[in-house]
T-cell receptor, first 114, second 113 residues
Framework: DQQVKQNSPSLSVQEGRISILNCDYT??????FLWYKKYPAEGPTFLIS?????DKNEDGRFTVFLNKSAKHLSLHIVPSQPGDSAVYFC?????????????FGKGTKLSVIP | DAGITQSPRHKVTETGTPVTLRCHQT?????MYWYRQDPGHGLRLIHY???????DKGEVSDGYSVSRSKTEDFLLTLESATSSQTSVYFC????????????FGPGTRLTVL
């Protein structure tokens, strides 16, 4: 059972436009949701997070929106830059039993075209 | 990168041989994790540790064991490697008092022939 789903394997966007990456989840026990960015041959790097009790969090060009009733979140990147080209992973955090486990989606490959 | 290193960075081995991957961190993080990344699967948790000598299983723990005898080191062992364990392995760490993010190492690419 896939608890975190990223249904778009890839996305192409023109430089300067908005990139919208989507993520759906099934586990209502997640306390936080995180987005990670990954370049080839490197480890994932943390991008932005949102608490399950919030509906929006913004950090510079990156904004994450959470629709808890729909169990859906999205990452908006505005404006998109060629350096944003990477694989983006959505993850749900469960802090129960003190484990702070992350459950990742399969990722979406973003290509920003100059 | 929160001072996380992994060794080796690349390894090729044969089916049936034991393999140990090492994760080393310099930030005194309490929590450490091992993930594997495979095409079409994203990152999946293998094992994690919540302190020295305190470990637990993740989603895909079969065929793997871990040990943590010091805060800074978290070892992942494949007792008898199989071709299905060919993957990229990532170590991550999280500070107890920090935010919810985990910091990842650069990864180890393991090929089992």
């Amino acid at each position: 059972d896939q608890q975190v789903k990223q249904n778009s394997p890839s996305l192409s966007v023109q430089e300067g436009r908005i990139s919208i990456l989507n993520c759906d989840y099934t586990n209502s026990m997640f306390d936080y949701f995180l987005w990670y960015k990954k370049y080839p041959a490197e480890g994932p790097t943390f991008l932005i997070s949102i608490s399950s009790i919030k509906d929006k969090n913004e950090d510079g060009r990156f904004t994450v929106f959470l629709n808890k009733s729909a169990k859906h979140l999205s990452l908006h990147i505005v404006p998109s830059q060629p350096g944003d080209s990477a694989v983006y992973f959505c993850a749900g955090l469960y802090s129960g039993a003190g484990s702070y486990q992350l459950t990742f989606g399969k990722g979406t490959k973003l290509s920003v075209i100059p | 990168d929160a001072g996380i290193t992994q060794s080796p960075r690349h390894k090729v081995t044969e089916t049936g041989t034991p393999v140990t991957l090492r994760c080393h961190q310099t930030e005194n993080h309490r929590y450490m994790y091992w993930y594997r990344q495979d095409p079409g699967h994203g990152l999946r948790l293998i094992h994690y540790s919540y302190g020295v000598k305190d470990t637990d299983k993740g989603e895909v723990s079969d065929g793997y064991s871990v040990s943590r005898s010091k805060t800074e080191d978290f070892l992942l062992t494949l007792e008898s490697a199989t071709s299905s364990q060919t993957s990229v392995y990532f170590c991550a760490a999280r500070a107890f008092e920090a935010g919810n993010e985990q910091f990842f190492g650069p990864g180890t690419r393991l090929t089992v022939l």
